[in-house]
Structure formats: C-alpha cells, structure tokens
C-alpha cells in the first residue's frame, strides 16, 4: 500500500510564492481545483490538496511566468487537460 503525498494551501503557497488569498483566488477563478472532499483528506486538516494540485500548480506558474494572463492561463491548462484525456 503506497502512502498518499497531501499538501495544505500553506504549501501550494510556499511552492508558489504567493499568498494563500491568490491560491484561493485561482480556486475561485477555476485554474486551480478546490480542495479534496472531506473523506479525502486527513483529519484536522481544513484544506488538503493531491500531486495532481501540485502539477497543476506547477504549470500554471509556467505559464504565468510568460505573463499571460488569468483567462489565457485558464485556456491553456484546460487544453492540457482535454490533451491528457484524449
């Protein structure tokens, strides 16, 4: 049984460099998903995010350090994203 890697914002912040208001904002904006379900996450933990959180955070950052925008951004991880799936 292999032992699932969480994340709280405070990490996705961290990794980011920015505040945990702009993880939440990009949450809001819907290029980063929400949180796991509470029957994901461990315990006591009032956000836990995957390695998926984190790729996907890892991109965007790629993507905005070419300073795109929030929209072009949102465009772009969602064509990745159907490019996955396909």
Avoid: C, F
Wanted: hydrophobic share 40%.
């Amino acid at each position: 049984m292999s032992v699932r890697r969480y994340y709280t914002i405070e990490d996705l912040a961290e990794v980011a460099g920015v505040s945990r208001y702009t993880i939440k904002s990009w949450v809001t904006a819907g290029v980063l998903p929400h949180a796991l379900p509470n029957k994901e996450r461990p315990s006591g933990v009032a956000y836990a995010y995957s390695d998926e959180h984190m790729t996907i955070l890892r991109q965007l950052l790629a993507i905005r350090a070419q300073n795109k925008t929030l929209l072009h951004i949102a465009v772009l991880l969602d064509q990745q994203k159907e490019s996955r799936v396909s």
